[in-house]
């Protein structure tokens, strides 16, 4: 569909998802508005069958606020409802601020659309965490559907 420009709506950092400066209260509007979200390069959109509305997204579009151990599969869940089982295909990263070192960890959900995981769930993750070797160098990360997610190399760990 054509671009039609941008429309007055923002998806803050906590998931709190805005129109025109005013928080969007219905959580199944909010649902909907997620199935309809597109990424396209660094840029998110709102794509209908007949067009297609720019968007702000402060961080990550999702935010994971749980997920389950499931076997060996650690199984997230969203705030807008979607579910994802990190592995190959949903992985799991993490990056740090350069300045403070602070952890953002994310998962990807669906398409190239992620969620940062959430404090109490990224808590939780570490304490089920193990070292291993990946790319020659021992990491203390997370295992999921065989497959492992460095978080930081396991020198660095206090």
Same mark, same amino acid.
């Given at each position: 569909?054509?671009?039609?420009?941008? +429309?007055?709506?923002?998806? =803050?950092?906590?998931?709190?998802?805005?129109?025109?400066?005013?928080?969007?209260?219905?959580?199944?509007?909010?649902? +909907?508005?997620?199935?309809?979200?597109?990424?396209?390069?660094?840029?998110?959109?709102?794509?209908?069958?007949?067009?297609?509305?720019?968007?702000? @997204?402060?961080?990550?579009?999702?935010?994971?606020?749980?997920?389950?151990?499931? !076997?060996?599969?650690?199984?997230?869940?969203?705030?807008? !409802?979607?579910?994802?089982?990190?592995?190959?295909?949903?992985? @799991?990263? @993490?990056?740090?601020?350069?300045?403070?070192?602070?952890?953002?960890?994310?998962?990807?959900?669906?398409?190239?659309?992620?969620? +940062?995981?959430?404090?109490?769930?990224?808590?939780?993750?570490?304490?089920?965490?193990?070292?291993?070797?990946?790319?020659?160098?021992?990491?203390? !990360?997370?295992?999921?559907?065989?497959?492992?997610?460095?978080?930081?190399? =396991? =020198?660095?760990?206090?």
């Amino acid at each position: 569909p054509p671009f039609c420009g941008d +429309l007055d709506m923002r998806i =803050a950092r906590d998931g709190t998802w805005f129109y025109l400066g005013t928080p969007i209260g219905r959580p199944e509007l909010v649902r +909907l508005f997620s199935t309809i979200l597109r990424k396209d390069g660094d840029d998110y959109f709102l794509v209908t069958p007949v067009e297609k509305v720019g968007i702000t @997204v402060d961080d990550a579009p999702f935010v994971a606020v749980d997920f389950e151990r499931e !076997g060996d599969a650690l199984r997230f869940q969203t705030n807008v !409802g979607d579910d994802a089982v990190a592995g190959p295909e949903h992985p @799991v990263r @993490v990056t740090r601020d350069p300045e403070t070192g602070e952890p953002s960890p994310y998962v990807l959900i669906r398409r190239n659309l992620e969620a +940062l995981i959430d404090r109490k769930s990224f808590y939780r993750l570490v304490e089920i965490g193990e070292t291993a070797s990946h790319d020659g160098q021992e990491w203390f !990360g997370l295992r999921s559907q065989g497959a492992f997610f460095p978080i930081i190399p =396991a =020198a660095d760990l206090p």
